[in-house]
Antibody, heavy 122, light 106 residues
Framework: QVQLQESGPGLVKPSQTLSLTCTVS??????????WSWIRQHPGKGLEWIGY???????YYNPSLKSRVTISVDTSKNQFSLKLSSVTAADTAVYYC??????????????WGQGTLVTVSS | SYELTQPLSVSVALGQTARITCGGN??????VHWYQQKPGQAPVLVIYRDSNRPSGIPERFSGSNSGNTATLTISRAQAGDEADYYC?????????FGGGTKLTVL
């Protein structure tokens, strides 16, 4: 079955850019039919959708983060990536990648990666 | 922006039925999805499109959605069901999560 795994630095300095990669195994991003998503969870808090990308490169972002977020895809490596610019301590969170089925009316996230904690601190 | 409201906590006796609600304006017109998150683990989808169970999710988990409230029902609650539960909908091109409910099995 499809598995996702996040990777990237666990510590980022304020004002810098957070960069994470999600590697997909057990299935091809290029096969279509799915959005590839980033979701984060602040310590002890709830879930916040960041955005997702289709294999063609079409992206959809949370309006609250849109000005700072870039999600890209590398189908040759079966990976997709997140860049979040101008980070502050408020961006400290566990970052998850996940897959969601493409439908006309709604999307649900399944499966999820294990998550990676990113701390923003000098 | 659309908001989903969940109770902070719900308690249920072992073997009894737990009901976790997710409130939103006319949420009955939307498809609601539910996730279970155990401590230190990633969320797991337990219900999609109001009442559908993914493969591998026990029949004890069920869902309903009408009016302004969606409900996740866990029958015959087990100790292993202790977790945080989140509802989620799609609204105005944005994915929205509820604040989460901590389920305690007594």
């Amino acid at each position: 079955q499809v598995q996702l795994q996040e990777s990237g630095p666990g510590l980022v300095k304020p004002s810098q850019t957070l960069s994470l990669t999600c590697t997909v195994s057990g299935g091809s991003i290029s096969s279509g039919g799915y959005y590839w998503s980033w979701i984060r969870q602040h310590p002890g808090k709830g879930l916040e959708w960041i955005g997702y990308i289709y294999y063609s490169g079409s992206t959809y972002y949370n309006p609250s983060l849109k000005s700072r977020v870039t999600i890209s895809v590398d189908t040759s490596k079966n990976q997709f990536s997140l860049k979040l610019s101008s980070v502050t301590a408020a961006d400290t969170a566990v970052y998850y990648c996940a897959r969601s089925v493409v439908t006309a009316t709604d999307n649900w996230f399944d499966p999820w990666g294990q998550g990676t904690l990113v701390t923003v601190s000098s | 922006s659309y908001e989903l409201t969940q109770p902070l906590s719900v308690s249920v006796a072992l073997g009894q039925t737990a009901r976790i609600t997710c409130g939103g304006n006319n949420i009955g017109s939307k498809n609601v999805h539910w996730y279970q998150q155990k401590p230190g683990q990633a969320p797991v989808l337990v219900i999609y499109r109001d009442s559908n169970r993914p493969s591998g999710i026990p029949e004890r988990f069920s869902g309903s959605n009408s009016g302004n409230t969606a409900t996740l029902t866990i029958s015959r609650a087990q100790a292993g069901d202790e977790a945080d539960y989140y509802c989620q909908v799609w609204d105005s091109s944005t994915e929205v999560f509820g604040g989460g409910t901590k389920l305690t099995v007594l």
